[in-house]
């Protein structure tokens, strides 16, 4: 069973193209990162948050690739993370095409 990584901070940029650029190599480690099949990056710079949501191989990657994450982010500055993990339903998240399988 697949589970998603939901992550959100407040951050006061870069966005958009400038966030990429500046995010590429972040962005090439995290694919490194055990059980991690995708990742997609969210952004509100109206709203000045960022974050992504992230798909597991298991509860258990997902809940370490967290742990490492929230302390990088410490490391940042950013100290206020929302996350939650879930259970993919890939019986229902297949009919609406959900990428389950990586």
């Not at 589970?3 to 951050?11: A, E, G, H, P, S």
């Not at 400038?18 to 952004?43: P, Q, R, Y």
């Not at 000045?48 to 997902?62: N, S």
């Amino acid at each position: 069973m697949a589970y998603i990584l939901q992550v959100d901070f407040k951050m006061d940029g870069p966005f958009g193209e400038e966030m990429a650029a500046g995010f590429k190599g972040l962005a090439e480690s995290i694919n490194e990162e055990e059980g991690m099949l995708w990742k997609i990056w969210t952004e509100d710079p109206e709203a000045g948050e960022a974050g992504g949501i992230y798909l597991f191989e298991t509860k258990e990657t997902a809940a370490a690739y967290l742990e490492m994450h929230s302390k990088r982010l410490n490391g940042f500055g950013i100290t206020a993370i929302n996350s939650k993990i879930f259970a993919v339903n890939e019986s229902l998240t297949n009919i609406n095409k959900g990428p389950v399988n990586g």
